[in-house]
């Protein structure tokens, strides 16, 4: 598979409220490209952005490096070599999925999402490692160079911030794009590179040799035993430096190589992490719940006002559902307020006692989804408040089907995105304590099923914003309105 494209012209960013937040365009080729983008992993600095936490389209959980490109032939060239990345196969390399050209000379490049804790929080937790893990580190992370060596890549920033330390005490390197655009880690960064050299394999040499030096803190055996297997590959000269794998060779030196431990916090860590990569809080990257089995993460879309009372129509008609007027929750978005809707706070998700506007959207869109496969009132208008615009309009969306004699099956709604947006006056005053969120949403395909057993598939539904006024005790959505 080549590098998708998704063009358009490049717009001026807006980065709103959060100093983290992604231009609409830019979001809105992403989520084009088939992407539910979450929170940033890290903070974005002048010229490059954090990767992003997401989905990709097939529901995996994955790392998001968004690269500006050369807007000359070196952009073409920079794009066939990342694709040439995807190729790469290695236990200790997380694996390139995707590679998606962007507007605005940028491109996307979907990672597999590692889970653990990276070597720094490892070395922060415990200050150094053992001879077996110290051993680990080198078979493990000497054969992922050399592995990419051999296919004509460097690394450029191989630090501890950038290997994971998996559950299994594996390690696995990572980041591999934004090394190559900057100069490296301080204490790890070849001569070379600090002096604004491009990364090399031999620089790439250098940085596993003083990271290995790093994890012998606390050890003067190991510090001695290390000191006489890393000499050469710390010579200021690139040239009288070995290989990768010739380095690698001698993790037996060390001793013999056994799996890293995580410690207590680390553990800990590792489990954030993989909560937030099930159900990212802020910007969305969703899951769909389903009876028995787990994809990814499902929301309901409710048009609000008149728009109510012609889907009511088209359902009997065509069956769309999910988009249908009794949807409360709505549409995928994936990060951000549209520009007619201006976060109140951050990125930071709005809290609402000890969970999320966004979990409460997930969770909402997932019980909708459920009680309308089911054909289940009573599970239904426990997801909207009595009486309220939204309630009717489930009510409606239910007799509709009855009327036309059919059945819901494989609903499954994407929430894209959840931001807490300002309420709208009239609301303040009629629902009390209420909140409202802009989503964004997508509808896979579903089917629809007669009294007489006939069969046909509702078409998938594009992705639409919307705005949805929840009301607590407990939180159910009240209205929805067009974003």
Avoid: K
């Amino acid at each position: 598979m080549g590098t998708r494209q998704h063009r358009g012209r490049r717009r001026p960013e807006h980065r709103g409220d959060a100093a983290h937040a992604l231009p609409p365009e830019l979001l809105d080729a992403l989520t084009g490209a088939g992407l539910a983008v979450g929170a940033p992993m890290g903070s974005d600095t002048p010229g490059r952005r954090a990767p992003r936490r997401g989905l990709d389209a097939d529901g995996r959980d994955v790392v998001i490096h968004l690269l500006d490109l050369p807007d000359d032939a070196g952009g073409a060239r920079t794009l066939r070599r990342l694709n040439e990345m995807r190729t790469l196969v290695h236990p200790g390399i997380a694996p390139v999925r995707d590679v998606i050209f962007l507007p605005g000379d940028r491109a996307a490049v979907t990672v597999d999402l590692v889970t653990g804790a990276d070597l720094a929080v490892v070395l922060g937790a415990r200050g150094g490692l053992t001879r077996a893990e110290a051993a680990r580190v080198l078979d493990d992370v000497g054969s992922a160079l050399a592995h990419l060596h051999a296919h004509g890549v460097a690394h450029g920033d191989v630090s501890p911030a950038n290997i994971m330390v998996t559950t299994e005490g594996g390690l696995v390197l990572v980041d591999l794009f934004g090394g190559v655009l900057e100069t490296g880690t301080d204490g790890c960064a070849a001569p070379e590179r600090r002096s604004g050299g491009p990364a090399t394999p031999a620089s790439d040499v250098y940085a596993l040799a003083a990271l290995l030096r790093e994890c012998s803190s606390g050890s003067a055996a190991l510090q001695t035993r290390l000191a006489r297997i890393l000499a050469d590959a710390l010579d200021p000269d690139p040239q009288s430096r070995p290989s990768a794998r010739a380095l690698a060779a001698r993790a037996h030196e060390i001793a013999r190589p056994g799996r890293l431990v995580l410690p207590d916090g680390a553990r800990l860590a590792a489990g954030a992490l993989r909560a937030a990569a099930a159900r990212p809080t802020r910007v969305v990257a969703s899951r769909r719940l389903r009876p028995r089995r787990r994809s990814r993460v499902a929301a309901v879309a409710r048009l609000a006002g008149a728009c109510l009372v012609g889907l009511l129509g088209a359902i009997a008609a065509a069956g769309l559902l999910g988009v249908g007027p009794a949807a409360h929750v709505v549409p995928p978005s994936d990060v951000q307020a549209s520009a007619s809707a201006q976060p109140v706070q951050s990125e930071q998700s709005a809290q609402t006692g000890d969970e999320s506007l966004t979990d409460v959207v997930v969770n909402l869109t997932a019980r909708r989804d459920a009680a309308l496969n089911a054909a289940d009132p009573a599970a239904l208008a426990e997801t909207t408040v009595p009486g309220s615009p939204a309630a009717e309009a489930d009510t409606a969306t239910l007799e509709a089907l009855a009327a036309a004699g059919e059945s819901v099956a494989d609903l499954d709604t994407s929430v894209l995105s959840v931001v807490e947006v300002e309420l709208p006056a009239d609301c303040a005053l009629t629902w009390d304590g209420a909140r409202a969120v802009q989503i964004r949403q997508s509808q896979s395909p579903s089917t629809r099923m007669t009294a007489d057993g006939a069969v046909r598939t509702v078409p998938a539904q594009a992705a639409r914003a919307v705005v949805l006024v929840l009301v607590p005790g407990p939180w159910r959505v009240a209205e929805v309105r067009a974003a």
